[in-house]
């Protein structure tokens, strides 16, 4: 990664702003649920989101550092809020599924303002969403990639010891990403398939 500002740092800032943004509503829904002190717990342990613009709040002397401890901090932010969500009552998972789903359709929203959209341009927007550690992680492999199709796989898994620290199961955070993937890719009339636990496609038609 750069030693100076640039667009990578951006798009990766980006992919932290919208996983706070899922943050959010989880805790929303927290409150709803009676859990009315999670957002200051989580405020006090991992700091509270800094919501100014990028240049304005970096340190450039260490950018790579500042940006991974921003990462963790949301992982951790989203990995607890879930658990306890998913302590107090199993069935809200069902609310979280929702959560994630909405979230994916309104990017997909936004996609189909697009004209020419083709499957590897919303692969795109997934790689510009949701985090999957640091770029040079490369934590995501492109297995192929065509006008109407791409398959992905997972390399390694760089989530899961965020969600073991707070007592977690990663399996929640998997099912709330493939939430996630199937409000996208309803949004824009593709069908999203798990192919096995760790590779997915994005595809038209069945």
Not at 57 to 64: F, K, T
Not at 76 to 104: C, D, S
Not at 138 to 144: D, L, N, R, S, T
Request: glycine share 6%.
């Amino acid at each position: 990664m750069s030693a100076f500002l640039g667009p990578i740092h951006y798009w990766l800032y980006g992919k932290i702003t919208l996983q706070q943004q899922l943050v959010e509503e989880v805790t929303a829904l927290a409150k709803d649920k009676g859990i009315t002190d999670l957002e200051s717990k989580l405020n006090s342990t991992y700091g509270e989101f800094d919501s100014r613009p990028l240049e304005e709040i970096i340190d450039e002397d260490n950018i790579h550092g500042w940006l991974q401890d921003k990462v963790s901090r949301v992982e951790y932010k989203l990995a607890e809020a879930v658990t306890q969500l998913l302590t107090q009552n199993k069935e809200n998972m069902n609310e979280l599924e929702n959560i994630f789903y909405k979230n994916g359709e309104l990017v997909g929203e936004e996609l189909v303002r697009e004209e020419g959209l083709t499957v590897p341009r919303v692969y795109k927007a997934i790689s510009d969403s949701l985090l999957d550690g640091m770029p040079c992680d490369h934590a995501i492999q492109i297995i192929k990639q065509e006008v109407d199709e791409v398959i992905w796989k997972r390399s390694f898994c760089v989530h899961e010891h965020y969600w073991k620290e707070v007592g977690g199961d990663i399996k929640n955070y998997y099912e709330l990403r493939k939430a996630w993937l199937k409000g996208l890719a309803k949004a824009v009339g593709l069908t999203f398939e798990e192919q096995d636990e760790r590779t997915y496609a994005l595809k038209r038609g069945e």
